[in-house]
């Protein structure tokens, strides 16, 4: 069999590709730890390792690929199918076709728990609440318990939301994560503990999951033996994407699917693990060969196709501070005389005007605004950057905005597709009913008690006397729930019927109806892409897309734009040049991000994970002083900042150490008062004549 497909790859990619694989008496190989330093083709190794297993026999529909989003698993399906074509031909169509368990660890637990839904107690109908439904419904069971009128102020609904998530995903105990992570909060862990009560009991009581339910209900599933050992006997192959991401909750369902790691892959960095903040644990990728011992091989991927070998060697110089990783030194076949910049100006002002400059001189070289980013840890930090561009008049988008399903619009679009789908989802008809003139929260809740114990929620709706001042809207209303809720349209028609029904309201509603009318257009045309309601709600909701008319205004495709960007959204992408704002201690690492060495540490790969999206040059930018809030340039209330302590004096030889602007002899030189350098008056008279 020709293996053409495998010659690209360097030495370790392929051993990683062929681990395990065409063993003769048929096993399947142990558990694998791929190591992927950033820029290193771990994208491109994992689909060689998931195509190789399918040309070697292995059963596409019984490998369990997951990613970290569902354009990844899409990116990675495509590949595979490219590399499957080398060998199989017109056949690999059918192969990778029959790939279907390709996704995120949430869209795969809500397909998982569908399936398993009777043997769980659960209900298949469940519909997902995404975070802003999860808040409401949390601020629900607050109100009714009467928190919200305390003498001393309980925490927000979003505050709740987030403890509960915490110690879901941290599997920890309330009082441990309040300890740890809101210590403000730690006088209500009583009041807490009933408030997450009453929250689970609303979510059953209604048939809905929120995100952490999917892999909650997951874990407890795969907890009985038996059902383990069911779900794990559908798969001989698991396959991890983003290692480093998983939380402990992640960890424990991939340790019940696989006890001993057999047929189990999993890759990541432990160099770029910075989401603490959703729960996860760097400890899941340091801990895998301990887990897995002694069967578990560790194959590390150092070579990297990305950065010049200056920009690699000050990026590794900053990671081998780190306390704990795996040894691994990023090295590169791209050299160059160009060291990283790391420069200093005197303030924020000051950082803007240096980007600007040295932006529009790359651009006069030849490298696209799009080919450049400018990179910070806090999305606040860009403000005084933001103004500059505006007034030099330079287009530029910025990553870690709103998200499409976060307009309301289409989340009004959303609430009634899955009130049909589930007339007990109190969140979607409380929000919808209130669409309705003459309609609002007491109204709308009464009419929500009357369905709430009725065995076929609809008709009861039907049958409820109409709201006094509700009119015909009601009629219409039900109307049209009546035939979405069996799907008498088809789908997706049934999305065009509920827009039509909406349209009215968004009219009366909203002053920029027309804009928001395309995203409810492109709604539909994602929605064609779908085979049921019932999928398009669940991976929407998991996955959604990028907003259309997003506040940052999005240039069209064809117009060239900077790129502003959190380090944290900006991992996984790359550019030419990349400036890093705010090297100094308080932004990096954050001042609210020094608490323990845990925290200090997440920082350090932050700085690292930005330093490694250069391609050719990366300016490191350190302003020597921060006007306080509330104050310009022309105040005088500020504080002064030093250099991240992440650059320790001995880094300093691997970067090209400068400040800006450059100050010749002369400007040195204050003039002197008495002197009159520039004859003002003059010039104002020679204007005239």
Request: aromatic residues 8%; charged residues 25%; glycine residues 6%.
């Amino acid at each position: 069999m020709s293996v053409a497909y495998l010659e690209k790859l360097n030495p370790e990619q392929r051993r990683a590709v062929e681990h395990g694989v065409g063993i003769s008496d048929g096993r399947i190989g142990g558990p694998l730890l791929i190591i992927a330093g950033a820029g290193s083709g771990k994208t491109n190794t994992l689909a060689h390792r998931v195509g190789h297993l399918i040309v070697n026999g292995a059963d596409p529909r019984r490998i369990l690929l997951m990613t970290f989003s569902r354009r990844a698993a899409s990116e990675m399906a495509r590949r595979v199918e490219r590399i499957c074509v080398q060998v199989l031909g017109a056949n690999a169509g059918v192969m990778t076709d029959a790939l279907a368990w390709a996704g995120t660890f949430h869209g795969i637990g809500a397909r998982l728990l569908r399936d398993y839904a009777e043997q769980i107690g659960l209900d298949p109908a469940f519909t997902i609440h995404d975070r802003e439904d999860s808040a409401d419904l949390m601020n629900l069971a607050r109100h009714q318990l009467g928190f919200s009128k305390m003498e001393s102020r309980f925490p927000t609904k979003g505050t709740c939301l987030a403890i509960y998530s915490r110690a879901v995903n941290s599997e920890l105990p309330i009082d441990e994560v309040l300890g740890s992570f809101f210590p403000w909060c730690a006088g209500w862990s009583a009041q807490l503990r009933e408030l997450f009560a009453a929250y689970v009991e609303a979510k059953q009581a209604q048939n809905v999951l929120d995100y952490d339910d999917l892999l909650l209900y997951w874990a407890q599933t795969v907890s009985d033996p038996l059902l383990a050992d069911d779900i794990g006997g559908r798969f001989d192959h698991v396959l991890v994407d983003e290692y480093q991401d998983t939380n402990r909750l992640q960890a424990s369902i991939l340790k019940a699917l696989k006890p001993g790691g057999r047929g189990m892959t999993v890759v990541g960095d432990d160099a770029q693990s910075i989401y603490s903040f959703r729960a996860a644990s760097v400890r899941n990728i340091l801990d895998f060969p301990t887990e897995f011992s002694p069967s578990a091989e560790i194959i590390t991927l150092d070579r990297n196709y990305r950065s010049t070998q200056p920009i690699l060697a000050a990026a590794n110089g900053v990671i081998d501070l780190a306390a704990e990783r795996f040894t691994k030194n990023l090295w590169t076949e791209r050299q160059s005389a160009e060291r990283p910049r790391l420069v200093t100006v005197r303030d924020e002002t000051e950082q803007a005007r240096y980007i600007v400059e040295h932006v529009l001189e790359n651009r006069e070289v030849g490298a696209t605004l799009k080919q450049q980013a400018v990179l910070f840890r806090t999305s606040s930090h860009s403000g005084p950057l933001e103004v500059e561009l505006t007034r030099r008049n330079i287009p530029f988008v910025k990553f870690g905005g709103l998200k499409f399903l976060d307009s309301a619009h289409v989340k009004d679009m959303l609430a009634m597709l899955r009130f049909a789908q589930n007339p007990r989802d109190r969140v979607a008809g409380f929000r919808l009913m209130q669409l309705l003139p003459g309609v609002g929260p007491t109204s709308a809740q009464r009419v929500l008690d009357a369905m709430a114990d009725q065995p076929d929620p609809l008709t009861a709706l039907a049958n409820i006397p109409v709201p006094p001042r509700a009119g015909d809207d009601w009629t219409g209303f039900v109307d049209v729930l009546q035939q979405l809720r069996p799907g008498k349209a088809g789908w997706p028609a049934e999305i065009e019927q509920a827009r039509r029904w909406y349209e009215p309201h968004l009219e009366r509603i909203h002053e920029d109806a027309t804009m928001r009318q395309a995203d409810l257009l492109q709604l539909e045309q994602i929605a064609a892409g779908y085979p049921s309601r019932e999928r398009f709600l669940t991976e929407l909701t998991l996955d959604p897309p990028d907003a259309t008319s997003d506040q940052s205004g999005v240039p069209h495709l064809d117009e060239d734009y900077l790129i502003l960007s959190t380090i944290h959204s900006a991992k996984g992408q790359e550019w030419k040049s990349v400036f890093v704002l705010n090297t100094v201690d308080g932004c990096i690492p954050s001042d609210l991000g020094v608490g323990t060495t845990a925290d200090i540490e997440e920082e350090r790969r932050l700085l690292y994970v930005a330093m490694t999206r250069a391609k050719d040059s990366l300016h490191l930018v350190t302003p020597q002083r921060f006007f306080t809030h509330g104050q310009n340039a022309r105040g005088d209330r500020h504080v002064y900042a030093s250099r991240t302590r992440f650059i320790p004096a001995s880094l300093l030889q691997l970067f090209e150490c400068c400040t800006w602007p450059v100050v010749t002899v002369s400007q040195s030189t204050r003039p002197d008062a008495r002197q009159v350098r520039v004859d003002v008056g003059a010039r104002m008279r020679g204007m005239w004549r």
